[in-house]
């Protein structure tokens, strides 16, 4: 079936509620309790360099892209098992298809 089609504004929105008190997107943004998400897709699990990542983020050696990302903010801990990541995920595709649009255009 896919992602639907998403949303950036809509995305920026559920970003700063759901994700911004543990995340930047920003260039230049630091770690905070999750990992920057600057430079975000292309990139692979568990590399951004200062933040301590558990092994499960290190050696599951996915490369974000829309797809991967749509279907890690599920649920992240079911795709990444083994993950500190505390987010229950984000259940509606709707709304995880918004994120990552919003990321895509946030982090490049």
């Not at 998403?6 to 929105?13: I, R, S, V, Y």
């Not at 559920?14 to 309790?33: D, I, S």
């Not at 600057?38 to 829309?66: C, E, I, M, P």
Request: with cysteine; hydrophobic share 35%.
């Amino acid at each position: 079936m896919g992602a639907p089609e998403g949303n950036a504004a809509k995305g920026a929105k559920l970003f700063k509620t759901r994700c911004a008190q543990c995340h930047t997107a920003e260039a230049g943004g630091a770690n905070k309790v999750g990992p920057a998400l600057h430079g975000l897709f292309g990139r692979q699990s568990g590399q951004v360099a200062g933040f301590s990542y558990t092994d499960a983020n290190k050696n599951k050696g996915v490369v974000w892209n829309d797809e991967t990302l749509f279907d890690y903010l599920e649920n992240p801990k079911k795709y990444i098992p083994g993950t500190k990541m505390a987010f229950a995920g984000f259940k509606k595709p709707q709304d995880r298809a918004d994120v990552v649009a919003f990321l895509k255009e946030e982090t490049k």
